[in-house]
Structure formats: C-alpha cells, structure tokens
C-alpha cells in the first residue's frame, strides 16, 4: 500500500459544511494525488501536488481545494458540500524518476464521503 | 473527459477460463497502465507497459499495447474466484502532462465463478 493512509474513512456530512480529507504518506514522495470515483465515470483527476506548497489543478477541480504544507500530508478541502461531490476520494502517490515513462501510482484506500 | 475507453463494460467466466478485457484511448502515451479494484478498496497496479514495448508479461497476466490503433489488451489466464473484481486501464498522456497525471479508463466488472 506504499503507506498511504486516508482519514476519515467514512464520512457523513450536510450540504453547505466543509469538509476536509487528509492524505498521509510514510514514504516522502513528492507527487500526491487526489480523484473522486463515481459510477459511470472511473477514477477523475480533482488536483495534485508536485511538492510542498506546489498544486495543480485536475479534470473536476471547481468547489474543492488542496494544501500541502509538509511532504508527507496532503489535504483535501471541499469548501461547501453540495450533493454532487458524494463519491469515494482516493489519494495517490507517484514513484518513478524517468519523467514519466515508467511512473506509477499507489492507492491509498479510500474514503467514501456521503452529503445530505 | 474520459481518456480510455473499455470493453467489455462486464465480463462474466468460469474459473479456469482465459479472461479478455480491451481498452482503447485517444491522445498520444507514455506508458500505460492496469489497475485492479476489489469492491470497497483501493485501486492496485498490476502492470504497466510502456509505450515503444508491444507485450508484457507477469505471472498469469499478460498485456500488449498497439499504439498504431491506441488500444491495449490485459489477459488474464487461468482464472481463479479471487480475480472477480474491476480492471481499469488508465494512461499516461503526452506531451504537456508535467504532474504525470493519469487518465482512466471507466473500468470492467469481471466476475469469475467457481
């Protein structure tokens, strides 16, 4: 599981809270990941970061936001839960050091985040 | 948008059977990869191909990639109960992926019965 944890696991929440996830791995990669998986849809892309205090945004980035202030955590943030953004959030790390021709990514086991 | 695309969307076997999954996708690649789901958990790597190798082999899988038709196939040989799960293939476009980002596929239900 290249010692990627995700906490909460589960979460219940109503719409208009925020909400945040949090990512945590043991092994100092510097590539982090978050996707959102929903049926019918695979595995989306919603930001990651390339390095501490360095985010990108993904495919379905709009109403959520990252932080990263220390290599090993990586925080998802999702401003004012709406409906739309119950799914199931995985965090993802990146190893690899060809610039991409042999990268591949570890899972963290998920948390599935339901809204009211 | 999706960049992989796969076949079938539910594939269902005998154990001991041989099991097909296809996976086609658009834009030019680095590598490519397959991950495999058990339902409620995370997503694990299989195998992952890049893109100027045509097959590769691991214990019972075996991959190839046709980047002239941009598809991919995993076979899985020998099936076993414990294979039931999703397979999802998922890329690693280029150029202008800097964060190596990877694009999925929406995934197969195999389901493989004793």
């Known amino acids: 599981d290249a010692g990627i944890t995700q906490s909460p696991r589960h979460k219940v929440t109503e719409t208009g809270t925020p909400v945040t996830l949090r990512c945590h791995q043991t092994?100092?990669?510097?590539?982090m990941y978050w996707y959102r998986q929903d049926p019918g849809h695979g595995l989306r892309l919603i930001h990651y970061?390339?390095?501490?205090?360095?985010?990108d945004k993904g495919e379905v980035s709009d109403g959520y936001s990252v932080s990263r202030s220390k290599t090993e955590d990586f925080l998802l943030t999702l401003e004012s839960a709406t409906s739309s953004q119950t799914s199931v959030y995985f965090c993802a790390i990146r190893t690899g050091t060809d610039a991409g021709l042999t990268d591949t990514q570890y899972f963290g086991p998920g948390t599935r985040l339901t809204v009211l | 948008s999706q960049q992989g695309e796969e076949d079938p969307q539910a594939l269902s076997i005998q154990e001991g059977e041989n099991a097909t999954m296809n996976c086609s996708y658009k834009?030019?690649?680095?590598?490519l990869q397959w991950y495999r789901q058990n339902s409620g958990r995370g997503l694990v790597h299989l195998i992952l191909?890049?893109?100027?190798?045509r097959e590769k082999h691991s214990g019972r899988l075996r991959v190839t990639l046709d980047t002239s038709k941009k598809s991919s196939s995993l076979l899985i040989t020998a099936s076993r109960a414990a294979d039931t799960a999703s397979y999802f293939c998922?890329?690693?476009?280029?150029?202008?992926?800097?964060?190596?980002?990877?694009?999925f596929g929406q995934g197969t239900e195999l389901s493989v019965k004793p």
């Open positions: 970061s390339y390095g501490v205090k360095d985010t």
């Open positions: 092994e100092n990669h510097r590539y």
């Open positions: 998922a890329t690693v476009p280029r150029p202008g992926n800097q964060g190596g980002k990877l694009i």
């Open positions: 834009t030019s690649i680095n590598n």
């Open positions: 191909i890049r893109s100027n190798e």
